[in-house]
Protein backbone atom coordinates (compact mmCIF):
# COMPACT_ATOMS: atom_id res chain seq x y z
CA UNK A 1 0.00 0.00 0.00
CA UNK A 2 1.18 3.66 -0.48
CA UNK A 3 1.00 5.27 3.01
CA UNK A 4 0.71 8.76 0.90
CA UNK A 5 -2.64 8.31 -0.27
CA UNK A 6 -5.60 8.93 2.44
CA UNK A 7 -7.26 5.95 3.26
CA UNK A 8 -11.17 5.05 2.09
CA UNK A 9 -13.85 3.97 4.83
CA UNK A 10 -16.29 1.65 3.67
CA UNK A 11 -19.27 1.75 5.53
CA UNK A 12 -21.19 -1.68 4.90
CA UNK A 13 -19.01 -4.27 3.67
CA UNK A 14 -21.74 -6.44 1.21
CA UNK A 15 -21.50 -6.93 -2.18
CA UNK A 16 -20.94 -3.52 -3.75
CA UNK A 17 -18.45 -3.01 -1.15
CA UNK A 18 -16.21 -5.96 -1.78
CA UNK A 19 -16.05 -4.24 -5.69
CA UNK A 20 -15.25 -1.07 -4.26
CA UNK A 21 -12.25 -2.03 -2.12
CA UNK A 22 -11.07 -4.31 -4.86
CA UNK A 23 -10.90 -1.15 -7.30
CA UNK A 24 -9.69 1.10 -4.67
CA UNK A 25 -7.21 -1.15 -3.18
CA UNK A 26 -5.36 -2.11 -6.98
CA UNK A 27 -4.65 1.08 -7.06
CA UNK A 28 -3.04 1.12 -3.77
CA UNK A 29 -5.87 3.02 -1.75
CA UNK A 30 -5.86 1.87 1.68
CA UNK A 31 -9.27 0.52 2.36
CA UNK A 32 -11.10 -0.02 5.83
CA UNK A 33 -14.31 -1.62 5.83
CA UNK A 34 -16.65 -0.99 8.47
CA UNK A 35 -19.71 -3.62 9.09
CA UNK A 36 -21.98 -4.60 11.74
CA UNK A 37 -22.24 -8.22 11.50
CA UNK A 38 -20.23 -10.68 12.25
CA UNK A 39 -17.67 -11.96 9.49
CA UNK A 40 -19.14 -12.99 5.89
CA UNK A 41 -17.41 -13.90 2.84
CA UNK A 42 -17.77 -10.57 1.67
CA UNK A 43 -15.37 -9.84 4.39
CA UNK A 44 -12.53 -11.87 3.89
CA UNK A 45 -11.25 -9.28 0.87
CA UNK A 46 -7.09 -8.94 0.51
CA UNK A 47 -7.41 -5.40 -0.55
CA UNK A 48 -9.59 -4.36 2.96
CA UNK A 49 -9.12 -4.15 6.60
CA UNK A 50 -12.05 -4.83 8.58
CA UNK A 51 -13.21 -3.44 11.75
CA UNK A 52 -16.82 -4.26 13.32
CA UNK A 53 -18.76 -1.50 14.40
CA UNK A 54 -22.23 -0.95 15.86
CA UNK A 55 -24.98 -0.71 13.18
CA UNK A 56 -26.70 2.68 11.58
CA UNK A 57 -29.84 1.77 13.29
CA UNK A 58 -28.74 0.33 16.74
CA UNK A 59 -26.64 2.52 18.50
CA UNK A 60 -25.54 5.56 16.55
CA UNK A 61 -23.58 6.98 19.38
CA UNK A 62 -21.37 4.15 19.32
CA UNK A 63 -21.03 4.21 15.67
CA UNK A 64 -19.65 7.92 15.54
CA UNK A 65 -17.22 7.43 18.05
CA UNK A 66 -15.98 4.26 16.45
CA UNK A 67 -15.38 6.29 13.39
CA UNK A 68 -13.97 9.44 15.24
CA UNK A 69 -11.27 6.86 16.24
CA UNK A 70 -10.96 5.73 13.11
CA UNK A 71 -10.96 9.43 11.41
CA UNK A 72 -8.45 10.30 14.22
CA UNK A 73 -5.74 7.46 13.32
CA UNK A 74 -6.81 8.04 9.60
CA UNK A 75 -7.39 11.86 9.17
CA UNK A 76 -8.44 12.94 5.73
CA UNK A 77 -9.86 9.43 4.77
CA UNK A 78 -12.44 9.36 2.14
CA UNK A 79 -15.97 7.86 3.51
CA UNK A 80 -18.57 6.56 1.29
CA UNK A 81 -21.71 5.00 2.56
CA UNK A 82 -23.32 1.73 0.36
CA UNK A 83 -25.94 1.40 2.47
CA UNK A 84 -29.29 3.65 2.88
CA UNK A 85 -29.26 3.02 6.47
CA UNK A 86 -25.19 4.30 6.82
CA UNK A 87 -26.45 7.01 4.27
CA UNK A 88 -28.89 8.46 5.95
CA UNK A 89 -26.15 8.33 8.75
CA UNK A 90 -23.79 10.13 7.40
CA UNK A 91 -25.75 13.12 6.35
CA UNK A 92 -27.31 13.73 9.78
CA UNK A 93 -23.70 13.03 11.61
CA UNK A 94 -22.21 15.57 8.64
CA UNK A 95 -20.99 17.67 10.86
CA UNK A 96 -19.18 15.71 13.40
CA UNK A 97 -17.94 13.66 10.70
CA UNK A 98 -16.39 16.54 8.24
CA UNK A 99 -13.65 17.44 10.61
CA UNK A 100 -12.18 13.35 10.57
CA UNK A 101 -13.14 12.56 6.76
CA UNK A 102 -13.81 13.45 3.45
CA UNK A 103 -17.42 12.66 2.92
CA UNK A 104 -17.78 11.59 -0.99
CA UNK A 105 -21.39 12.42 -0.90
CA UNK A 106 -24.00 15.60 -2.71
CA UNK A 107 -25.16 17.90 0.17
CA UNK A 108 -27.76 17.06 2.63
CA UNK A 109 -30.53 18.34 0.65
CA UNK A 110 -30.10 16.11 -2.71
CA UNK A 111 -29.86 13.10 -0.43
CA UNK A 112 -32.84 13.74 1.42
CA UNK A 113 -34.81 14.73 -2.03
CA UNK A 114 -33.47 11.56 -3.69
CA UNK A 115 -34.83 9.25 -0.29
CA UNK A 116 -38.02 10.80 -0.23
CA UNK A 117 -40.29 9.19 -3.41
CA UNK A 118 -42.93 12.44 -3.38
CA UNK A 119 -40.37 14.84 -3.23
CA UNK A 120 -38.31 13.41 -6.23
CA UNK A 121 -41.68 13.26 -8.02
CA UNK A 122 -42.00 16.79 -7.46
CA UNK A 123 -38.51 17.33 -8.77
CA UNK A 124 -38.96 14.96 -11.93
CA UNK A 125 -42.00 16.57 -13.20
CA UNK A 126 -40.37 20.28 -12.52
CA UNK A 127 -37.24 18.96 -14.84
CA UNK A 128 -39.17 17.75 -17.09
CA UNK A 129 -38.51 14.18 -16.47
CA UNK A 130 -41.16 11.30 -16.91
CA UNK A 131 -42.24 8.65 -13.85
CA UNK A 132 -44.87 6.21 -13.60
CA UNK A 133 -48.02 7.77 -12.53
CA UNK A 134 -48.05 7.93 -8.93
CA UNK A 135 -50.23 8.72 -5.39
CA UNK A 136 -49.46 9.48 -2.67
CA UNK A 137 -52.85 9.17 -0.80
CA UNK A 138 -53.18 10.52 3.08
CA UNK A 139 -53.49 7.75 5.85
CA UNK A 140 -57.12 8.33 6.19
CA UNK A 141 -59.38 7.20 4.07
CA UNK A 142 -57.18 8.85 0.83
CA UNK A 143 -56.28 5.52 -0.42
CA UNK A 144 -60.21 4.70 -0.58
CA UNK A 145 -60.83 7.66 -2.79
CA UNK A 146 -57.66 6.92 -5.53
CA UNK A 147 -59.05 3.14 -6.38
CA UNK A 148 -61.16 3.98 -9.55
CA UNK A 149 -58.13 5.95 -10.81
CA UNK A 150 -55.89 3.72 -10.61
CA UNK A 151 -54.79 0.80 -13.96
CA UNK A 152 -54.31 -2.82 -11.85
CA UNK A 153 -51.85 -4.13 -11.15
CA UNK A 154 -50.05 -1.59 -9.27
CA UNK A 155 -47.43 -1.34 -6.66
CA UNK A 156 -47.22 -0.24 -3.51
CA UNK A 157 -43.89 1.36 -2.33
CA UNK A 158 -42.35 2.91 0.46
CA UNK A 159 -41.92 6.58 0.76
CA UNK A 160 -38.47 6.10 1.75
CA UNK A 161 -37.14 3.16 0.32
CA UNK A 162 -34.97 1.79 3.70
CA UNK A 163 -38.56 1.91 5.70
CA UNK A 164 -38.86 -1.41 4.02
CA UNK A 165 -35.71 -2.56 5.79
CA UNK A 166 -36.17 -2.90 9.09
CA UNK A 167 -36.78 -6.69 10.94
CA UNK A 168 -40.98 -5.84 10.84
CA UNK A 169 -40.85 -4.98 7.16
CA UNK A 170 -38.99 -7.88 6.52
CA UNK A 171 -41.47 -10.23 7.68
CA UNK A 172 -44.09 -8.08 5.53
CA UNK A 173 -42.65 -7.87 2.68
CA UNK A 174 -39.61 -10.09 2.16
CA UNK A 175 -37.19 -8.23 1.09
CA UNK A 176 -39.31 -6.84 -1.90
CA UNK A 177 -38.85 -2.84 -3.38
CA UNK A 178 -42.28 -2.94 -4.11
CA UNK A 179 -45.51 -5.22 -3.80
CA UNK A 180 -47.60 -6.08 -6.56
CA UNK A 181 -51.18 -5.37 -5.94
CA UNK A 182 -53.88 -6.85 -8.66
CA UNK A 183 -57.57 -5.14 -7.68
CA UNK A 184 -58.45 -2.33 -5.31
CA UNK A 185 -59.48 -5.38 -2.77
CA UNK A 186 -56.40 -6.44 -2.41
CA UNK A 187 -54.83 -2.40 -2.50
CA UNK A 188 -57.03 -2.13 0.86
CA UNK A 189 -56.61 -4.95 2.36
CA UNK A 190 -52.22 -4.27 1.59
CA UNK A 191 -52.53 -0.79 2.32
CA UNK A 192 -53.67 -1.42 5.95
CA UNK A 193 -51.19 -3.75 6.86
CA UNK A 194 -48.73 -2.01 5.55
CA UNK A 195 -49.56 1.03 7.84
CA UNK A 196 -48.08 -0.72 10.77
CA UNK A 197 -44.29 -0.42 9.87
CA UNK A 198 -45.13 3.48 10.78
CA UNK A 199 -43.55 5.20 7.44
CA UNK A 200 -45.95 6.89 4.23
CA UNK A 201 -46.37 4.79 1.59
CA UNK A 202 -47.37 5.40 -2.35
CA UNK A 203 -48.77 3.63 -5.14
CA UNK A 204 -47.67 3.97 -8.50
CA UNK A 205 -48.65 2.05 -12.16
CA UNK A 206 -46.33 -0.54 -13.03
CA UNK A 207 -44.48 -0.06 -16.42
CA UNK A 208 -45.24 -2.88 -18.73
CA UNK A 209 -42.70 -4.86 -20.76
CA UNK A 210 -39.59 -7.42 -19.12
CA UNK A 211 -36.51 -6.76 -16.94
CA UNK A 212 -34.49 -6.47 -19.36
CA UNK A 213 -36.16 -2.91 -20.07
CA UNK A 214 -34.98 -1.65 -16.43
CA UNK A 215 -31.60 0.75 -17.05
CA UNK A 216 -29.56 2.05 -15.13
CA UNK A 217 -27.51 5.24 -15.79
CA UNK A 218 -24.09 5.07 -13.00
CA UNK A 219 -22.20 8.40 -13.02
CA UNK A 220 -20.13 10.92 -10.78
CA UNK A 221 -20.80 14.67 -11.57
CA UNK A 222 -18.86 17.41 -10.81
CA UNK A 223 -20.03 21.19 -9.60
CA UNK A 224 -23.57 22.02 -10.86
CA UNK A 225 -24.31 18.48 -11.65
CA UNK A 226 -21.67 18.11 -14.58
CA UNK A 227 -21.19 14.83 -15.56
CA UNK A 228 -17.60 13.57 -15.11
CA UNK A 229 -18.20 9.74 -15.95
CA UNK A 230 -20.94 8.09 -16.91
CA UNK A 231 -21.75 4.17 -17.02
CA UNK A 232 -24.94 2.19 -17.77
CA UNK A 233 -26.29 -0.83 -17.31
CA UNK A 234 -29.57 -3.20 -17.37
CA UNK A 235 -30.81 -5.78 -15.79
CA UNK A 236 -31.15 -9.42 -16.95
CA UNK A 237 -33.07 -10.94 -13.93
CA UNK A 238 -34.24 -9.69 -10.33
CA UNK A 239 -34.33 -11.33 -6.91
CA UNK A 240 -37.48 -10.81 -5.67
CA UNK A 241 -38.29 -11.83 -9.15
CA UNK A 242 -39.54 -8.89 -11.51
CA UNK A 243 -39.56 -6.39 -8.30
CA UNK A 244 -36.10 -6.53 -6.37
CA UNK A 245 -31.97 -6.30 -7.08
CA UNK A 246 -30.38 -7.73 -10.21
CA UNK A 247 -28.71 -10.73 -9.62
CA UNK A 248 -27.75 -10.99 -13.57
CA UNK A 249 -26.97 -7.40 -14.94
CA UNK A 250 -24.86 -6.12 -18.24
CA UNK A 251 -23.35 -3.06 -19.31
CA UNK A 252 -24.80 -1.39 -22.12
CA UNK A 253 -24.33 1.95 -24.18
CA UNK A 254 -27.18 4.21 -23.76
CA UNK A 255 -27.03 7.81 -23.98
CA UNK A 256 -30.91 8.68 -23.43
CA UNK A 257 -30.41 7.65 -19.97
CA UNK A 258 -27.41 9.62 -18.97
CA UNK A 259 -29.19 12.65 -20.53
CA UNK A 260 -32.21 12.18 -17.90
CA UNK A 261 -29.89 11.74 -15.08
CA UNK A 262 -28.00 15.04 -15.83
CA UNK A 263 -31.29 16.39 -16.29
CA UNK A 264 -31.82 15.28 -12.66
CA UNK A 265 -28.07 15.86 -11.36
CA UNK A 266 -28.47 19.65 -12.58
CA UNK A 267 -31.99 20.46 -11.10
CA UNK A 268 -30.16 19.00 -7.80
CA UNK A 269 -27.08 20.90 -8.22
CA UNK A 270 -25.76 17.75 -7.47
CA UNK A 271 -22.08 16.94 -6.96
CA UNK A 272 -21.20 13.16 -6.51
CA UNK A 273 -22.10 9.62 -7.20
CA UNK A 274 -25.61 9.27 -8.61
CA UNK A 275 -27.69 6.42 -9.43
CA UNK A 276 -30.61 6.25 -11.46
CA UNK A 277 -32.98 3.53 -12.36
CA UNK A 278 -35.16 3.63 -15.53
CA UNK A 279 -37.78 1.52 -17.38
CA UNK A 280 -38.39 1.76 -21.39
CA UNK A 281 -41.83 1.94 -21.44
CA UNK A 282 -43.01 0.24 -24.69
CA UNK A 283 -46.41 2.44 -24.85
CA UNK A 284 -44.29 5.36 -25.98
CA UNK A 285 -40.65 4.28 -26.44
CA UNK A 286 -39.71 6.65 -23.38
CA UNK A 287 -38.11 5.98 -20.40
CA UNK A 288 -39.74 6.20 -17.08
CA UNK A 289 -37.66 6.97 -14.06
CA UNK A 290 -38.15 4.57 -11.24
CA UNK A 291 -35.48 5.32 -8.55
CA UNK A 292 -32.37 7.06 -7.54
CA UNK A 293 -29.54 6.59 -5.27
CA UNK A 294 -26.99 8.68 -3.60
CA UNK A 295 -24.95 6.06 -2.24
CA UNK A 296 -22.94 3.64 -3.72
CA UNK A 297 -23.98 0.38 -4.90
CA UNK A 298 -23.76 -2.98 -7.40
CA UNK A 299 -23.33 -0.94 -10.61
CA UNK A 300 -20.71 1.19 -9.19
CA UNK A 301 -18.47 -1.82 -8.68
CA UNK A 302 -19.22 -3.70 -11.66
CA UNK A 303 -18.76 -0.26 -13.77
CA UNK A 304 -15.07 -0.79 -12.70
CA UNK A 305 -14.63 -4.01 -14.02
CA UNK A 306 -16.09 -2.78 -17.64
CA UNK A 307 -13.92 0.22 -17.05
CA UNK A 308 -15.31 3.18 -15.40
CA UNK A 309 -14.47 3.44 -12.37
CA UNK A 310 -16.94 5.52 -10.12
CA UNK A 311 -15.56 4.99 -6.61
CA UNK A 312 -12.17 6.13 -7.77
CA UNK A 313 -13.32 9.13 -9.68
CA UNK A 314 -15.58 10.37 -6.07
CA UNK A 315 -11.72 9.42 -4.21
CA UNK A 316 -10.05 12.18 -6.63
CA UNK A 317 -12.51 14.66 -6.23
CA UNK A 318 -12.40 14.00 -2.45
CA UNK A 319 -8.72 14.55 -2.59
CA UNK A 320 -8.48 17.38 -5.08
CA UNK A 321 -6.68 15.64 -8.06
CA UNK A 322 -8.37 15.91 -11.45
CA UNK A 323 -10.85 13.41 -13.14
CA UNK A 324 -10.18 11.88 -16.49
CA UNK A 325 -12.47 9.90 -18.09
CA UNK A 326 -12.91 9.23 -22.12
CA UNK A 327 -16.23 8.16 -22.49
CA UNK A 328 -15.67 4.41 -23.45
CA UNK A 329 -16.65 1.11 -21.34
CA UNK A 330 -17.20 -2.55 -22.32
CA UNK A 331 -20.34 -3.01 -22.74
CA UNK A 332 -22.06 -6.24 -23.24
CA UNK A 333 -20.04 -8.05 -19.97
CA UNK A 334 -22.32 -9.51 -17.54
CA UNK A 335 -22.01 -9.26 -13.68
CA UNK A 336 -23.82 -12.29 -11.95
CA UNK A 337 -24.83 -13.14 -8.09
CA UNK A 338 -24.92 -16.98 -8.78
CA UNK A 339 -26.59 -17.67 -4.85
CA UNK A 340 -29.44 -14.87 -5.54
CA UNK A 341 -29.70 -15.74 -9.62
CA UNK A 342 -30.35 -19.59 -8.72
CA UNK A 343 -33.20 -18.33 -6.09
CA UNK A 344 -34.68 -16.42 -9.31
CA UNK A 345 -34.09 -19.40 -11.48
CA UNK A 346 -36.07 -21.87 -9.09
CA UNK A 347 -38.69 -19.05 -8.65
CA UNK A 348 -38.88 -18.09 -12.55
CA UNK A 349 -39.09 -21.76 -13.53
CA UNK A 350 -42.30 -22.12 -11.27
CA UNK A 351 -43.93 -19.58 -12.97
CA UNK A 352 -42.71 -21.12 -16.48
CA UNK A 353 -40.86 -18.06 -17.39
CA UNK A 354 -37.23 -19.57 -17.70
CA UNK A 355 -36.18 -23.17 -18.45
CA UNK A 356 -32.80 -24.60 -17.36
CA UNK A 357 -31.24 -24.05 -21.29
CA UNK A 358 -32.20 -21.19 -21.27
CA UNK A 359 -30.28 -19.57 -17.74
CA UNK A 360 -27.35 -21.22 -18.97
CA UNK A 361 -27.36 -19.66 -22.13
CA UNK A 362 -27.44 -16.39 -20.16
CA UNK A 363 -24.15 -16.78 -18.09
CA UNK A 364 -22.36 -17.35 -21.61
CA UNK A 365 -21.32 -13.72 -21.04
CA UNK A 366 -20.86 -13.43 -17.53
CA UNK A 367 -17.09 -12.04 -17.10
CA UNK A 368 -18.03 -10.23 -13.54
CA UNK A 369 -18.80 -12.10 -10.08
CA UNK A 370 -20.29 -10.87 -7.25
CA UNK A 371 -17.27 -12.91 -5.16
CA UNK A 372 -14.90 -14.38 -8.05
CA UNK A 373 -11.65 -12.35 -8.67
CA UNK A 374 -8.25 -13.98 -9.61
CA UNK A 375 -6.21 -11.93 -7.02
CA UNK A 376 -8.67 -11.72 -4.13
CA UNK A 377 -9.86 -15.68 -3.76
CA UNK A 378 -10.79 -15.78 -0.13
CA UNK A 379 -13.88 -13.98 -0.57
CA UNK A 380 -14.80 -16.78 -3.21
CA UNK A 381 -13.90 -19.93 -0.86
CA UNK A 382 -15.78 -18.48 1.94
CA UNK A 383 -18.91 -17.76 -1.01
CA UNK A 384 -18.81 -21.54 -2.24
CA UNK A 385 -18.72 -22.51 1.89
CA UNK A 386 -21.07 -20.26 2.51
CA UNK A 387 -23.51 -21.67 -0.40
CA UNK A 388 -22.93 -25.19 0.31
CA UNK A 389 -24.08 -24.88 4.13
CA UNK A 390 -27.01 -23.02 2.90
CA UNK A 391 -27.92 -25.83 0.17
CA UNK A 392 -27.27 -28.29 3.07
CA UNK A 393 -29.76 -26.44 5.28
CA UNK A 394 -32.70 -26.39 2.44
CA UNK A 395 -32.10 -30.06 1.67
CA UNK A 396 -32.56 -30.97 5.73
CA UNK A 397 -35.97 -28.58 5.23
CA UNK A 398 -37.05 -30.43 2.37
CA UNK A 399 -36.21 -33.42 4.01
CA UNK A 400 -38.30 -32.95 7.17
CA UNK A 401 -41.14 -31.51 5.40
CA UNK A 402 -41.28 -34.46 3.12
Given at each position: ??SRLPPAVLL????????????????????????????????????????????????????????????????????????????AFVAGHRAQ????????????????????????????????????????????????????????????????SRAWRTPAA?????????????????????????????????????????????????????????????????????????????????????????????????????????????????????????????????????????????????????????????????????????????????????????????????????????????????????????????????????????
Open positions: MHDMDVPGLAIARSLGRRGVEVWGLHAAGRRWSMRSRYCRMMIVPGPTENQGALLEALADLGRSARGAVLYALHDDYLLEPWFRIAHPHNSAIEALVDKRRLASICAQAGIAIPRTWAPDEGDGVRDICGDICYPCLIKPAYERLVGGAKALRIASSHELLAEWRGLRGIGSPLIVQEIIPGPDENLYYSAGYYGAGGAPLAQFAGRKLRTLPVHLGAGTLVESVSEPGVHVLARRLAQALDYRGNLGVEFKLDPRDGGFKLIEANARFGLWDGFAADCGVDLAYCAYRDAVGAPISFNGSYRTSVRWLHLRRDLDALIEMRRKGEIGLGGWLLSLAKVRSHAALAGDDLGPFMHYCLAFAADLSRRLARKARTG
